[in-house]
């Protein structure tokens, strides 16, 4: 079976500093995991995915992510967070194609950035 | 650029009324799920298809919803009769089973509110 734990409900960081989002999960194979943002009011959107390829997997609006399978972590980083960052993210991970497609979506992290 | 749309945006009505939320997935993709996010629960999946057959619709209350999908372009979600409980967001994504995962693309969302 697989789960998602995101380890913080609530982020808050100053407007050019790092931003941390603290994911991890369990698996019985080797998962595929998604970062997905939500802006409020609006519906989700694919940040970045790991396939099993590189470990280190950059995304759209200067995200990226570590696969860490030592650690069973899959952390989301921006070097410098901006005002328009203030979202909901959600980390995600995908079965196997011949498990039926049901997504295991974490409990969310409310990014805000003061200025 | 492919997009899933969902209609209506937003949707308000009185207990006991019918609801049909409308969600047209990507071109091509054999995947559709239906979701409701509400701030107690968050993300549920209610449903899904893979080429239009239902695979799993045990997230979704059966007295009182059900979900179609007429044909490729068309997937359909209706509440009869609705109550205030069902109101929340809902949303449809779609997506194409890729060799070891799934990535899922997401609509706007359906704001229904009943009361």
């Known amino acids: 079976a697989q789960s998602v734990t995101q380890l913080d409900s609530h982020v808050s960081v100053s407007e050019g500093t790092p931003v941390l989002l603290r994911c991890n999960y369990s698996s019985s194979y080797s998962p595929s995991l998604f970062w997905y943002v939500q802006h409020p009011n609006k519906g989700l959107q694919l940040l970045l995915k790991y396939t099993s390829a590189a470990t280190l997997v950059k995304g759209i609006n200067g995200f990226e992510a570590e696969f860490k399978k030592s650690e069973t972590s899959f952390h989301l980083t921006k070097p410098s967070a901006h005002m328009s960052d203030a979202a909901e993210y959600f980390c995600?991970?995908?079965?196997?194609?011949?498990?039926?497609?049901?997504?295991?979506f974490g409990q969310g992290t409310e990014l805000s950035v003061k200025p | 650029d492919a997009r899933v749309t969902q209609t209506p945006r937003h949707k308000v009505t009185e207990m006991g009324q019918e609801v049909t939320m409308r969600c047209q997935p990507i071109?091509?993709?054999?995947?559709v799920f239906w979701y409701r996010q509400t701030m107690m629960q968050g993300l549920e999946l209610l449903a899904y298809f893979r080429n239009r057959a239902p695979l799993d619709d045990s997230g979704m209350p059966k007295d009182r919803f059900s979900a179609e999908m007429p044909d490729a372009t068309l997937a359909t979600l209706k509440i009869q009769p609705s109550e205030p409980r069902d109101s929340a967001v809902y949303f449809c994504?779609?997506?194409?089973?890729?060799?070891?995962?799934?990535?899922?693309?997401f609509g706007p969302g359906t704001r229904l509110t009943v009361t």
């Open positions: 995600v991970v995908s079965p196997r194609y011949n498990q039926g497609g049901k997504l295991i």
């Open positions: 994504a779609s997506g194409l089973p890729t060799p070891g995962y799934y990535e899922q693309y």
């Open positions: 071109l091509g993709h054999n995947t």
